[in-house]
């Protein structure tokens, strides 16, 4: 549908607001086109000088993927002609490839029930490792949660950049009560919608017990696979612990692209989100269109592969797969004269 003539910069912030949540990390590549440059355009990906158009596709499909190799080493430097994309099956023709550290929208879902009292210097520690290796530019933020739920930061701040803030924000808290990991998880989701940058990401700690949520947890996981948030899971939890349950952390990771670990002692939580942060920014971003159009809210089953000459056998990590969108919005405008 034509819209009116616009400037480029007011047309983005147009598209931006009318996109629904999936969408915006498309939206977010394409606005930085011209100083990350795709290894290849297509013609809707141009912007020429007199004419500015945004194809929004509500089936677009935009993935991160983490590539390792025997030794479970990230691999860097592939390029589009080393992945191929299959969605049930079928080959998928990559239209937007990138590989690059870009910001983040962070949340961290820290456990705070009564299980979790004599750990949490090691958490605390461990999460503020994690802020201090991330991108000065990342958006980060807390739930913690025992039997409820809350924001670590102040009332008045969505989001922060600043490693101390973020510590303060997870000490101020003393461990007790029972557990709403799926309430926690739930409320994340919906914050990371919040935020502006490209990729979204949860890392949840916690033993994965839960006994006190109004979701469950196939609720959460629905919740996981509509979203783009790539969720990574910390276990921490003593093996004779009646109550933990490492599987639900372990499908929670699985379905969004992420990774699960757990801490065989408090000593490796550190280690592991400094883990969790390089991972983060070693991925690589991947788009297409899906070859089935049908609108029809199904799921769609994700597998990406990757081969390179000389680098041995490569494993890849991505979203198991995607819930199909149900419409989709063409946003175009025209501005004449200056770009």
């Excluded at 191929?84 to 490839?97: A, H, K, L, N, P």
């Excluded at 590989?99 to 461990?126: F, Y």
Aim: charged content about 20%; overall charge neutral.
């Amino acid at each position: 549908m034509a819209a009116k003539s616009l400037g480029a910069g007011a047309y983005i912030r147009r598209a931006l607001a009318a996109a629904s949540p999936c969408l915006i990390p498309l939206l977010f590549l394409f606005a930085v086109a011209g100083s990350v440059k795709p290894e290849e355009n297509s013609p809707s990906e141009r912007m020429q000088e007199n004419t500015y158009t945004i194809r929004i596709n509500a089936d677009m499909v935009v993935l991160h993927a983490t590539v390792r190799n025997r030794k479970g080493t990230p691999v860097s430097g592939l390029n589009k002609g080393n992945f191929q994309v299959y969605e049930d099956g079928v080959r998928q023709q990559i239209t937007y490839f990138m590989h690059k550290d870009i910001p983040v929208t962070v949340g961290l879902v820290v456990d705070n029930s009564g299980s979790m009292a004599p750990k949490r210097p090691e958490v605390i520690a461990a999460a503020t490792a994690f802020a201090r290796s991330s991108n000065s530019q990342d958006q980060m933020f807390v739930v913690g949660f025992n039997e409820h739920v809350w924001f670590g930061l102040p009332d008045s701040v969505l989001f922060t950049d600043q490693p101390a803030q973020l510590e303060a924000a997870l000490s101020r808290i003393d461990a007790n009560g029972e557990t709403a990991l799926y309430d926690a998880v739930a409320v994340a989701i919906e914050r990371l919608k919040k935020g502006n940058r490209d990729k979204k990401v949860l890392i949840v700690i916690s033993d994965g017990a839960d006994n006190a949520s109004k979701h469950n947890l196939a609720e959460v996981m629905a919740m996981a696979q509509r979203s783009d948030a790539v969720i990574y899971t910390v276990g921490i939890y003593d093996e004779d612990d009646p109550d933990h349950n490492p599987g639900a952390l372990k499908r929670l990771a699985k379905a969004s692209g992420g990774e699960y670990f757990t801490a065989e002692s408090l000593r490796d939580v550190v280690p592991i989100c400094e883990r969790i942060a390089q991972d983060i920014r070693s991925q690589y971003t991947i788009a297409y269109v899906p070859a089935n159009r049908k609108q029809d809210g199904s799921y769609r089953a994700i597998q990406v592969k990757a081969e390179a000459p000389g680098r041995g056998r490569l494993f890849v990590r991505t979203r198991a797969g995607y819930y199909a969108p149900v419409q989709s919005q063409i946003i175009a405008g025209s501005q004449s004269g200056q770009p």
